[in-house]
T-cell receptor, first 114, second 117 residues
């Protein structure tokens, strides 16, 4: 069974440019999560989807970040415009359902903003 | 609010040595789940184990073992006869069971393990 797929794996952009990350969860997983992991830290949740509904985006910086999960499968996370402080690894995870289901993570997208 | 502390930032061991990674947590919830994840240099977080707060039985899986002690709020992870492939950052995480925050994993800062051949 394929795991969580993310692309691109690496992205280097200049500040004020837009950037987008794509995630394809494990087949059949209804819940999808986006995390941000700063250097030397554990991941921190940005947004959680149950099917196509964003049920918790309280930690998403809404002035520049947006996300969507059309048709309840793939998801895209966008930053516009990017700032230097956005340099981090952006991880996508999925689980069968919400609650205490184990979350399975993708390889992440490493973003560097210059 | 939940908190997970991994006091060991970096550990280096020589291959075949045993190593224990410490994890101490804080939560007001009476029921919760604890996790360990491995993050190799490739970046992907690999799920290792999930433990229910009701189940304090220790678990062994090959060279890996976990010691859960509710009395000290600790969930330590031991690798026996370490191998170079064990080199990675290991994260301990916590989520409450049930309620509004039950989906949200709170991670520690991770322990970087280097196994020297």
């Amino acid at each position: 069974e394929a795991g969580v797929v993310q692309s691109p794996r690496y992205k280097i952009i200049e500040k004020k440019q837009p950037v987008a990350f794509w995630c394809n969860p494990i087949s059949g997983h209804n819940t999808l999560y986006w995390y941000r992991q700063n250097l030397g830290q554990g991941p921190e949740l940005l947004i959680r989807y149950e099917n196509e509904e964003a049920v918790d985006d309280s930690q998403l910086p809404k002035d520049r970040f947006s996300a969507e999960r059309l048709k309840g499968v793939d998801s895209t996370l966008k930053i516009q415009p990017a700032e230097l402080g956005d340099s981090a690894v952006y991880l996508c995870a999925s689980s069968l359902d919400t609650g205490v289901e184990t979350q399975y993570f993708g390889p992440g997208t490493r973003l560097l903003v210059l | 609010a939940q908190k997970v502390t991994q006091a060991q930032t970096e550990i280096s061991v020589v291959e075949k040595e045993d190593v224990t990674l410490d994890c101490v947590y804080e939560t007001r919830d009476t029921t919760y789940y604890l996790f360990w994840y491995k993050q190799p240099p490739s970046g992907e977080l690999v799920f290792l184990i999930r433990r229910n707060s009701f189940d304090e039985q220790n678990e062994i899986s090959g060279r890996y073992s976990w010691n859960f002690q509710k009395s000290t709020s600790s969930f330590n992870f031991t690798i026996t006869a370490s191998q170079v492939v064990d080199s990675a950052v290991y994260f301990c995480a916590l989520t409450p069971r049930g309620g509004a925050g039950s989906y949200q994993l709170t991670f520690g800062k991770g322990t970087k393990l280097s196994v020297i051949p």
